[in-house]
């Protein structure tokens, strides 16, 4: 039987979940040692910074549950509340959302898939992994490359390394003035790099127990490497340090950061551990001057934001509503109609109550993590007694539902209507300013941004490939531009279809010349001037692939379209 038990960033907290994290290097013993102590006859283990899985065919879960606790000396009933455990089909349903980013704590992030991949690899190599397991993660990679490719699942990815940097803003006025260290070398720290030195960082350091490796990736960002045993003489130089590497154990230390707070004269340190189990010991974050985070805390960032957005609108709805049936109330003048509106009214002041409520006590967890300030949190009560105190209003009001409605009474609330209706207006305006609009459809090419980054109408957040209409690049010489009129038609063939050729027309012809791309296949010589145009495929959803090389014939001298004309409906002249 194939089942799948684990924990993850849903299930448990980050204290827990680095008490079963595997080692990488460790993961061939670990998968051996499973194997042959209990009656395990495939495993899998896969064990990232915000999971540890494991995937086996067994008669029984309690015995991994029992050696996943001895193994990582544990005691089971500290870890058995956090366990989940799914078999067979739901086992299949979980390693496909795993694997398309789906159960993510970022969605949509790409990374799992090739720990995944790793996961499997490793246990293909340790010859733990079976026919079923072989079979259930090829399909699960499969499915991943669909939900991919046909869904716009990875178009809303918040980075973890982008709410890092937007973090650090918060502290520092200025990340270009700030020295960075990095830990490690891993792929995170590729990605928090090129996401911190975009801000163009006054010095950029990598340590790494690999030094070759970390002064590969110090050359791209012109920093330095040292080595990871080197970390605690080099901590004081920097301001802000980002720590993600497979150690078992903190490489970062509480005296190690004491001693180096004390020589940075107690100026501020920004500190992100994104590693699981930890890099910096926990104490770390108790000293006054020192700002550490954690994955989940960077997670707890990201959500607060669009929370706070979508309940503003659902108050604002919420009060436009209750204004609205007053308004209704009023000019009935039916007193159950009065009744059921007052009772309405109070329901919806209790709502802001418990969302004034529910406000105030994250804003006074956020304070205690020094996610915001005091202030803010003030701001949260005062609006917290203000919400309790337009109840106790709508309660009192309720009492005097006998009195019949007065002309100027339903003028007031016909104001107020207007009023609130232009609120709910504009903080929906607002919301659709937080979501991005393609032109036209297509297929994400390049994210040039990621949340996080400051954008603006003049700068591109994505490039796309665009999808309806089809058409392929080409390359029109100097010499025989004036041959080629637009319209033209054209013939395109693929290697994979040889035999199939597809209709095509010029629907673009670029105003300027360019030298031709080193990447494309043509018998003029290569400092020769040409033209970049497009040509439209007709028919082609099911043969034509964005980025697949093809062949386009295009009969010269063709004469030009005419109006009314139908490309697609036309063959293509012969040479």
Known sequence: MIFTLGINHHSAPLAIRERVAFNAEKLHQALGDLTRSQPVKEVAILSTCNRTEIYCSADTPEVVIDWLSHYHQVERKEIAPY???????????HAFRVASGLDSMVIGEPQILGQMKDAVRVAEESGTLGTQLHKLFQRSFSVAKEVRTTTAIGANIVSMAAAGVHLAERIFESIGQQRILFIGAGEMIELCAAHFCAKGPKQVTIANRTVERGRALAERYNGTAI?????GEHLAQHDIVVSCTASPLPIIGLGMVERAVKARRHRPIFMVDLAVPRDIEEEVGELDDVFLYTVDDLSQLVQTAGEKRQAAVQQAEAQAEAQRQLVQRLQAGSRPQEIRQARAQREAARIAVDDADRLYQRQQDLVARHFISQQQADSARFALDKARAQWHAADEATRLVELGPRPE???????????????????????????????????????VLEIGDMA???????????TDPLWVRVWLPEAQLGRVPPGARASVTTDSQTGQRLRGWIGYVAPTAEFTPKSVETAEIRSSLVYQARVFVCDGADTLRAGMPATVEIALDQPAAQAGDTPCQTPAPTR
Do not use: C, M, W
């Not at 080595?227 to 970390?231: M, Y």
């Open 83 to 93: 366990i989940y455990l799914h078999d067979k089909p739901e086992a299949i349903r």
């Open 227 to 231: 080595r990871l045993e080197d970390v």
């Open 409 to 447: 009474d339903i003028a007031a609330a016909r104001a107020v209507l207007a009023v609130n209706a232009t609120t709910v207006a504009q903080l929906r305006h607002d919301l659709t300013q937080a979501t991005l609009h393609a032109p036209s459809s297509g297929v994400i090419d390049k994210r």
């Open 456 to 466: 603006s109408p003049a700068k591109p957040v994505f490039t796309l490939t665009l």
